[in-house]
């Protein structure tokens, strides 16, 4: 097996796994995130939780993974170099924020909830991909 089928194989793990973790979370229904939001109503928790379990996770895999010379399938390590935020950043933070919080959806939980057959997420990932569309049609101007 070539190291580009290895790749994706592991990309397909990974991602099942995570909408697995996503569904057990109920982070796939947006009701949960909006009742995070709403502190000073109907309060839903959750999310705090799955925040808090989703960081010590990182953390002490993040901390294995800098320890090793290099990825296991690949010859170096991808991460990013800018460490200073710009405008380009902070609006789109800002933009996928507000979505998030006026959506219940982000792009993990919606993707996840296409396979209940949810309009709503359909209507998510759809206008989703559109504006990855236009934004690569902009950037390339």
Do not use: H
């Not at 990182?58 to 320890?67: D, Q, S």
């Not at 990013?80 to 710009?86: G, K, V």
């Amino acid at each position: 097996m070539d190291a580009g089928t290895k790749r994706g194989l592991v990309a397909l793990a990974s991602g099942a796994l995570f909408a697995i973790g996503l569904v057990v979370s109920g982070m796939t229904q947006p009701a949960n995130v909006i009742g995070f939001l709403d502190v000073t109503g109907d309060w839903r928790p959750a999310l705090m939780f799955v925040m808090v379990g989703a960081i010590a996770v990182n953390a002490a895999v993040y901390r294995w993974v800098r320890g090793r010379r290099a990825p296991v399938l690949a010859e170096t390590f991808s991460l990013p170099t800018q460490r200073d935020l710009d405008a380009r950043l902070i609006a789109g933070a800002a933009i996928f924020g507000v979505g998030w919080g006026l959506g219940g959806y982000c792009p993990g939980p919606g993707v996840t909830a296409l396979a209940s057959g949810s309009l709503e997420a359909v209507v998510f990932v759809g206008s989703m991909v559109a504006a990855m569309w236009v934004v690569a049609r902009i950037e390339k101007r």
